[in-house]
């Protein structure tokens, strides 16, 4: 690529002085010598200890599970990440009715031990191999799915982090606040 068509600046910006086009995406290249596109870079979270965590891989292996419809990593300038997990409710509801678990709302099933219990254990064995730092240290259950209409999501469908994270802020402050993780991850 030569540059922008009458964008000198944007040019600027992505083409540096050795003429390396800079797309913003981050990738691995793998044991056959293939690039894979894995996140990007404007998506990256920073820990607190200064940690950078690619958030699109950890997301896709949380939604491995058949519980698991949605998936957000949070932890930007945080001691640590949390993921927001909207629940397949369809399934979560059936497999509660079958345990003969109580609930009326959305609200009140996700607030249940044995919900909590089983999202824990689902997606932490999901997650198995990350390392340490980017491991999630508590899983925070969503009452609903993300809207379009609130902005959460695109047309195409991709989440919106800034947006979920804005919507969803007492779930967040209230799992950082707790002192210690809800369940024990390495």
Do not use: C
């Not at 990593?73 to 409710?89: E, M």
């Amino acid at each position: 690529m030569q540059g922008y068509y009458k964008q000198p600046d944007a040019t600027r910006q992505a083409i540096d002085v050795e003429g390396w086009f800079h797309t913003g995406d981050i990738g691995d290249i793998d044991a056959e010598g293939f690039l894979r596109i894995t996140d990007r870079k404007k998506e990256l979270i920073v820990t607190a200890g200064g940690k950078n965590i690619a958030p699109q891989p950890i997301q896709n292996l949380a939604k491995q599970s058949r519980y698991v419809l949605e998936a957000v990593l949070i932890g930007d300038k945080r001691a640590f990440p949390i993921l927001l997990i909207v629940p397949a409710f369809d399934l979560l509801e059936r497999w509660a009715t079958s345990k003969q678990l109580k609930w009326q709302t959305r609200e009140q099933l996700i607030a249940l031990p044995e919900v909590q219990a089983l999202f824990d254990e689902e997606v932490m064995r999901k997650l198995e191999g990350l390392a340490r730092y980017e491991t999630p240290k508590k899983i925070v259950l969503l009452e609903r799915e993300f809207d379009l209409n609130q902005g959460e999501i695109t047309p195409k469908l991709s989440v919106r982090r800034r947006i979920v994270e804005e919507h969803f802020r007492d779930k967040i402050e209230g799992a950082y606040a707790e002192k210690e993780p809800a369940a024990t991850r390495s």
